[in-house]
């Protein structure tokens, strides 16, 4: 049974950092393409980043460009996502989620598997 556990939200003060892990089981991940997407209380959920199977190439939000990087360790099967320069904005429920395709996606329905979500609070 294939499971993705986020880890790694919490509540930061803006401009303060947060490291997101996703753990995958219940398969092989390393030819799967991953992304970070995030849902604001109120809003729907939008895209965040993606990473290539490979790790090598990567696509981010504008809005978290230069802030965020997403990055894996196919050896253990897990996504993270670093989240510097936090803004109070960046509050949402962040889920992690994986796709067959090995290609960057930045749309939520090219993604087959999806976490539970963990949740990040940015106070200002």
């Known amino acids: 049974q294939v499971q993705l556990v986020e880890s790694g939200g919490g509540l930061v003060q803006a401009g303060g950092s947060l490291r997101l892990s996703c753990a995958a089981s219940g398969g092989t991940f390393s030819s799967y393409g991953r992304g970070w997407f995030r849902q604001a209380p109120g809003k729907e959920r939008e895209f965040v980043a993606t990473?290539?199977?490979?790790?090598?190439?990567?696509y981010y939000a504008e809005s978290v460009r230069g802030r965020f990087t997403i990055s894996r360790d196919n050896a253990k099967n897990t996504v993270y996502l670093q989240m510097n320069s936090l803004k109070p904005e960046d509050t949402a429920i962040y889920y992690c989620?994986?796709?067959?395709?090995?290609?960057?996606?930045?749309?939520?329905?090219?993604?087959?598997?999806w976490g539970q979500g963990t949740q990040v609070t940015v106070s200002s």
């Open positions: 989620a994986a796709r067959q395709g090995g290609s960057i996606y930045s749309s939520g329905s090219g993604y087959r598997y």
């Open positions: 990473l290539s199977w490979s790790g090598g190439t990567t």
